[in-house]
């Protein structure tokens, strides 16, 4: 369970959370909860989500279940140092799709004494480790990882599972792309897939050989 209240106030330094899952877990609306939680205690706090990600809204960070809380988009992690002014909580969306610099200014800004919570997919489609996410897990003091349920065996699902026939590691979807498993079933859709894939390309020669 995440506390709020486990540092030493007296302190200059700050720390990082990193909400972590799948897609379709929860990661940005434990975001915006804790925010909208620092909001109410009158805290001042900046949002920022990567200039790519349009998906809902240009201006703001929105969960699936369409809670929102303003934000800023920026191109590249640099831009969030040099914004997050006078601050004393900044959030971070969809951090996995940020360049590697992300790392370095969450721990910077964490250094000025700065709350920074950070929420972002721990793995891309093909389960391997998603861009910066590893190395802000690693130096963050609070890890939170969610689930998502499976939409084939209803159990945990951590999982994101690209429907879609599209190799780019950065696609942005929905339920129309993408949909969360469970591992048994994440590992048994990636062989049906590959089968599927098998079988069109072996009818698309033989058309050819016609």
Not at 131 to 145: D, H, I, R, S
Not at 172 to 196: F, I, V
Request: negative net charge; glycine residues 4%; proline residues 3%.
């Amino acid at each position: 369970m995440f506390l709020e209240n486990t540092v030493n106030h007296t302190e200059q330094f700050g720390w990082i959370e990193v909400i972590c899952g799948s897609m379709f877990s929860g990661k940005t609306e434990e975001l915006i909860r804790r925010l909208k939680r620092a909001q109410f205690a009158k805290q001042r706090i900046e949002i920022f989500k990567p200039k790519i990600d349009t998906r809902y809204d240009d201006n703001e960070v929105v969960s699936h279940n369409d809670s929102r809380i303003r934000s800023t988009a920026v191109p590249v992690a640099s831009n969030i140092r040099l914004l997050a002014n006078d601050v004393d909580v900044v959030g971070i969306d969809e951090a996995q799709f940020f360049d590697d610099e992300i790392v370095a200014v969450c721990n910077d800004l964490a250094n000025r004494g700065i709350r920074v919570i950070v929420a972002g997919l721990d793995m891309d489609f093909k389960g391997n480790p998603f861009g910066p996410m590893p190395a802000l897990m690693a130096t963050a003091e609070y890890v939170t990882k969610v689930h998502a349920v499976c939409t084939h065996t209803g159990n945990l699902a951590n999982y994101s599972f690209r429907k879609a026939q599209n190799d780019n590691i950065v696609m942005l979807g929905e339920t129309q792309e993408y949909e969360p498993l469970s591992r048994a079933a994440y590992y048994k859709a990636l062989k049906n897939q590959k089968e599927e894939i098998a079988s069109e390309n072996d009818t698309t020669r033989n058309l050819n050989d016609l």
